[in-house]
């Protein structure tokens, strides 16, 4: 069974940093993509970061560029999501997910159009100002 466990949520000021951190289980974790997806209160879901199959190298939204560095540990099977200069913004659900499917980029997964298989309980973040 694949297993999506994020933490590290919070609430923080404008500026602040944070870092999520997602624990996979029930797949190869290093032949799966996987990223970071959000969804703020009246907003449409979001892919923040993604990995595509085998990319060492993620995709980000635009709107993260500079602040967000998503990392994963194949080995530990956990990925990372270091959260810098948070703006009020960002404010919404963090969900950590992951997709079987090897023939797509990051970008791809991230922009869609297909959902990703497998989505974890999300962590709230709350940037205040």
């Known amino acids: 069974e694949v297993q999506l466990q994020a933490s590290g949520g919070g609430s923080v000021q404008v500026g602040g940093s944070l870092r999520l951190s997602c624990a996979a289980s029930g797949f190869t974790f290093a032949d799966y993509a996987i990223g970071w997806f959000r969804q703020a209160p009246g907003k449409e879901r979001e892919g923040v970061s993604c990995f595509g199959s085998g990319e060492n190298i993620p995709y980000y939204v635009d709107s993260v560029k500079g602040r967000f560095t998503m990392s994963k540990d194949n080995a530990r099977n956990m990925v990372y999501l270091q959260m810098n200069n948070l703006k009020p913004e960002d404010t919404a659900v963090y969900y950590c997910?992951?997709?079987?499917?090897?023939?797509?980029?990051?970008?791809?997964?991230?922009?869609?159009?297909?959902?990703?298989?497998?989505w974890g309980k999300g962590t709230q973040v709350t940037v205040s100002s």
């Open positions: 997910v992951a997709d079987g499917r090897t023939v797509y980029s990051g970008t791809y997964h991230c922009e869609g159009p297909v959902d990703m298989d497998f």
